[in-house]
């Protein structure tokens, strides 16, 4: 089934189960309209001259990282919604605190639109496919995150053949296959043409999805630990490139923007030159992981190769080249700092990554 049908399915899914719970309707005005210069996934109608909301559909919502969940519906050009499989009790809650209004096809609701007030908790999934099906798709595990981190990167390279894709981004040779056709089955990628050239689209969609997954499946794997410097600021004149390491996260953000003042250093590291910058940058291991605040380092291994992120002279050199980005020295790529910035669910941070995709991303991605 395609995107696009699943999507709808979904919504009629839940706008039905709302309306089983409730004994009120929500009408499809729109569907996979621009608003803004933005796709959105639906215009509804609420009941009772309500008002209208914009839908964010999200499959497997319940797998999602909240923080991602919460950036998608807040980036929507008007009042948003979240449309889910299921929306657990933990995550409506959470949902409810930021204000984020949502339906699932199990019947759970909340829309806060004066005079309308609806909340509907505690109700079960009539089915859970969820798991079964986020399963079958190779696209999505950790080996599919680090070829779709390289297509997102460089759009060109989806049409390369696949010993050069595997090459580029580190994968094995025998996976890329099964991702290139997961992707396929996804809407991901389409071939076109007489030669069956393979072309990117939905990025704006695929970027979200890999935003939702990369904290959840691949970050953890990368981690190497959490540490602790005495003085906050370390990081200001320590020249990272010498070891051939990269700052991310908050650092990453506020050397893009100007903007942001850092609580948590994030620092992705080779493995080679661990030894030399622990000692110069007089890190120490931190006795337990903690909610982050002054002086915590968070350390993990880079993942992606060097070619997929080519280097400029300094941040302002951030430019678009044969479709490819051109990052500055020590910082990782704007699309993995927009990522760590969404996966905190920090409001502030959430603020910066809206800078960064608008700054460095938005036009880069596209809508196709």
């Known amino acids: 089934m395609k995107p696009r049908m699943i999507e709808r399915e979904l919504l009629d899914k839940a706008i039905q189960a709302f309306q089983r719970e409730t004994g009120l309707c929500l009408d499809v005005i729109q569907e996979q309209v621009l608003i803004a210069g933005k796709r959105v996934d639906a215009v509804i109608e609420t009941p ?88 079958a798709n190779r696209a999505f595990d950790t080996t599919g995150l680090k070829v779709i981190f390289g297509f997102v990167c460089d759009a060109l390279l989806v049409n390369a053949p696949y010993r050069t894709i595997a090459r580029e981004v580190g994968v094995a040779l025998g996976t890329v296959g099964q991702i290139v056709n997961g992707l396929k089955d996804t809407g991901y990628i389409v071939d076109r043409g007489k030669t069956k050239e393979r072309r990117l689209v939905n990025r704006r969609k695929l970027l979200d999805r890999w935003v939702d997954a990369y904290p959840e499946k691949l970050k953890p794997k990368l981690r190497v630990g959490e540490y602790v410097n005495d003085d906050p600021y370390w990081w200001k004149e320590f020249q990272i490139e010498k070891y051939g390491a990269y700052w991310g996260g908050e650092v990453a953000a506020a050397q893009y923007t100007d903007y942001l003042k850092p609580q948590v250093v994030t620092l992705y590291l080779p493995e080679q030159a661990e030894k030399k910058l622990m000692a110069a940058a007089k890190l120490r291991k931190a006795l337990e992981w903690t909610a982050g605040g002054p002086g915590i380092v968070r350390i993990y291994r880079p993942f992606w190769q060097q070619k997929i992120t080519a280097l400029a002279k300094n941040k302002t050199e951030y430019v678009e080249k044969n479709n490819n980005a051109v990052v500055p020295p020590g910082l990782v790529h704007p699309i993995l700092v927009y990522a760590d910035l969404i996966a905190t669910g920090d409001s502030r941070n959430l603020e910066t990554a809206r800078m960064i995709y608008e700054r460095f991303i938005a036009e880069y991605i596209g809508e196709n």
């Open 48 to 135: 009772h001259h309500g008002g209208r909301l914009v839908v964010e559909v999200k499959k497997w919502a319940q797998q999602a990282n909240l923080g991602a969940l919460v950036n998608q519906v807040k980036q929507l050009p008007l009042t948003g919604m979240l449309v889910a499989d299921y929306v657990n009790p933990n995550m409506a809650k959470k949902l409810k605190a930021m204000d984020v209004q949502f339906i699932d096809t199990a019947g759970n609701a909340y829309i806060n639109l004066p005079p309308l007030y609806i909340q509907v908790a505690g109700n079960k999934p009539l089915e859970n496919q969820a798991g079964k099906n986020a399963g």
